[in-house]
């Protein structure tokens, strides 16, 4: 049987952090589909199909990942696809309240599928998408923080 993890998540943009959970869950299971929600409340920075290209340049040639957009809820994505646990990274305790509540959510709407929490490397726990955007829309140095291919997107979307 092959195991099929589903990250999902904004990545407006992608980073770093993005690109350490994606590797490490790759651990956890045969293919990985990383999957970019399109119907966020959020007012997104970088188009879907700008992000999905992002994520693709940043984590490179790894046959086992794939990307794609979802529209509606994230159970009847991975009922589609066949995904059999969620995986999202955990970096604070501010972050578990949320997490924990979409967790037993997705439980009540799909109860099989499982959801992993992965710890970031260390020093990538400060980072966020919009910690990045900030800085970034102020004239701050991202590199290190993001792929290459995101700092350039983001100086041309900031106009630098
Ligand atoms: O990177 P984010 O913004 O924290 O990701 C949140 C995301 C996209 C994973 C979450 O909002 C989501 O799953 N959206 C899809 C709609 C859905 O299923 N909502 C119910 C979740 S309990």
Redesign the pocket.
């Known amino acids: 049987m092959t195991r099929i993890a589903i990250y999902?998540?904004?990545?407006d943009p992608p980073t770093r952090g993005h690109e350490d959970l994606i590797r490490r869950s790759l651990a956890l299971a045969d293919r990985v589909v990383v999957a970019v929600?399109t119907?966020?409340s959020?007012q997104p920075l970088f188009p879907v199909a700008e992000r999905l290209a992002l994520l693709r340049a940043a984590v490179g040639e790894e046959p086992r990942v794939t990307f794609e957009s979802?529209d509606?809820?994230?159970?009847e994505f991975a009922r589609r696809v066949g995904g059999s646990m969620v995986v999202?990274g955990l970096r604070a305790v501010s972050d578990f309240e949320y997490e924990f509540?979409?967790a037993l959510?997705?439980r009540r709407l799909h109860s099989t599928l499982e959801t992993v929490f992965l710890v970031p490397a260390l020093d990538l726990t400060y980072l966020s998408?919009s910690l990045v955007r900030e800085v970034a829309r102020l004239g701050g140095d991202v590199s290190g923080l993001v792929h290459p291919a995101v700092a350039e997107a983001l100086a041309k979307r900031y106009g630098r």
């Open positions: 999902p998540g904004s990545f929600a119907n966020s959020k979802f509606g809820l994230l159970v999202r509540q979409m959510m997705n998408s």
